[in-house]
Structures are given as C-alpha cells and as structure tokens.
C-alpha cells in the first residue's frame, strides 16, 4: 500500500548540542515551535521533541515547557509529535518520563539498552562559551553513562505505551539493543509494527560505517520480519550519506539539528528544515515519495492526534 513512501522524521534540538556551537538552534518553546513547524511544512511527517531552559539552553524535562510548544505545533501542522523519554544524562526515570505522562503523544522514544554515550570530544572545539554550564555538561559525558535497564524499558513500555496507547521510536545504538526489543516483543509488552531507528556514530554505540548499517538492517530481519519499519541515520558528517542508503534499503530518514549542526561540509544549517529539504529532494531524486502525518499514522498505526492531552 505505501510501496516507496519514506517517513522523514525531524529531531529539532535534542539535548547534546549547546547555544555555542550553532546560533540556529532552537531553544525557547517559541524557536522550538517555528522550527518545529517550518521542518513540518518542508516534508517531515514526525516531529521529535526535547526542551531547553529558554534563559540558559540547557536540556530540561519540564513538562510545562513542553506543553508551551506542544499545542502550537499540532495547531499549525498535522504532524506527528514523537517525545523524548531519553531526556538528557543525568535524569532520572522520573524527570525522563514527565513530559510523556503529561502530553500521553502519539510516539515517544524508547531507548533499547544502557551504554556508554559521550559527546566529550565537542568541548575540544570552543574556546569560549555562552553560558557557564556548557563546557562541564559536555566534559561530563565522558565519565557518565545512560542507563536504560530492563526494568526501566519495561516500566516505559507499561506507564507509557501501555497506559496511553502510545507507540515506540526504538532508538537503537547497537546490535544488541535489537535483541533487547525482540526480549519484549516475545513478551507481547510491545506489538508491531516495530519502528526501529538505527542510530549511528555516537562514542559508545555503532560507527558511523555503511556497512554496520547493512548488518543491522540484517539483523533486524531476521529477528522481526516484515513486522518492523527501518529508520535510521548516522550523527555529524556522517548524516546524508546514512540517510541515503537507509532510504535505499527501503527504510525511513531521520535529520534535525539534534543529529547534525550542518548541511554541508563546514557549513552550518540555518534551519532544521534545511535539513528537511535536502533529504526530501535526494529521496525524491531517487524516485521515491516522502510519506504525509496521514500516511505514516497509518504505517506506523499510530492512535491518532486526536487522542492526545495536548
């Protein structure tokens, strides 16, 4: 039914990057909405969402700043608004998970195991920086992990996609958190079809290599089948090209300013939906579509914006 449709998810501000290393990236509900917007006009059919300090940039799980910039978007777009339940190093589950009970959105991420995740070697970069918690947040990476137990996946699973009817964005950092999701699905804690974002290039998770995205996407159909929807892209440099190939191999693209700072080799993006389209026109230069909010509710068999507390 959908044949060569492509979901183009766009992750707006994430909570790795800081106010220093980009001017364009959104930080206020009031950036973040526009961004948001605008990526939604230029194609992106999903919306993935973080928040910031509007005085200070940093990564926050306020609920009520989610909920400044949460209605004015799906007013504007009919756009699918995917939450982070990954929030930033150094949450708790509780603070992670606060915006998800508030909002109870279509999709929320769900990060499919613990590992290493350091950003560290970003600090090497500036030598000056805008606010004075910057430097320390991105040093701390390299002797922090994030931790995504079991017990943890399951309660996401239970509290949130079972409790409100929303539906996963697996984040997936390595093979193993393939099998970890295949743990769960056996369960019957989760039901397909699986969306499942191969995420490529963070220190601690897979290298930013096309073949390590070949293997996954292997793995992936010998654990799942045709009960799963391929997504996946590669951070920094490494994004278009992985973006590419994910939509060669028959899967969907995921850009934003979360992932990638640029457009071009040293050139920064002056938006998320730059990004936005210059994906959209390399999909469809190879002959494919993007797929509309619609198309991809029904291809990921969403519950519909229409039943969320935003």
Not at 53 to 76: A, C, V, Y
Not at 166 to 182: A, P, Q, S
Not at 228 to 241: N, T
Request: hydrophobic share 40%.
């Amino acid at each position: 039914m959908f044949g060569n449709k492509v979901i183009i998810t766009c992750a707006v501000t994430g909570s790795v990057h800081t106010p220093t290393m980009s001017p364009h990236l959104p930080i206020t509900p009031n950036e973040i909405a526009a961004s948001a917007i605008e990526a939604a006009e230029a194609g992106a059919a999903i919306i993935h969402l973080h928040a910031r300090n509007p005085e200070t940039g940093r990564p926050t799980q306020n609920s009520d700043l989610f909920m400044e910039f949460l209605p004015r978007i799906k007013q504007s777009t009919k756009a699918v608004l995917n939450l982070t339940t990954g929030g930033a190093l150094g949450m708790t589950l509780e603070e992670r998970l606060a915006p998800a009970h508030a909002a109870r959105p279509e999709v929320t991420s769900l990060n499919m195991g613990s590992m290493n995740f350091s950003f560290a070697q970003l600090a090497s970069k500036y030598s000056e920086w805008k606010h004075d918690w910057e430097k320390a947040y991105v040093e701390s990476s390299w002797k922090s992990f994030y931790p995504n137990s079991f017990e943890m996946i399951e309660r996401i699973m239970v509290d949130i996609g079972q409790a409100y009817g929303t539906r996963f964005e697996f984040e997936c950092y390595d093979i193993g958190h393939l099998y970890n999701l295949k743990i769960f699905a056996d369960r019957g804690l989760v039901q397909p079809p699986f969306f499942i974002q191969g995420i490529f290039g963070v220190a601690g998770g897979m290298g930013a290599d096309l073949e390590n995205l070949m293997y996954f996407k292997q793995t992936a159909d010998r654990l799942f089948g045709s009960n799963y929807r391929l997504s996946a892209f590669g951070i920094g440099k490494a994004q278009m090209a992985f973006l590419t190939m994910a939509a060669l191999l028959g899967g969907n693209v995921r850009v934003g300013l979360e992932d990638s700072l640029y457009i071009g080799h040293g050139q920064l993006a002056n938006s998320n939906a730059q990004q936005v389209r210059k994906i959209r026109g390399i999909v469809e230069d190879l002959g494919m579509e993007i797929a509309t909010p619609e198309e991809a509710r029904d291809m990921l068999n969403l519950k519909g914006g229409d039943r969320v507390a935003f």
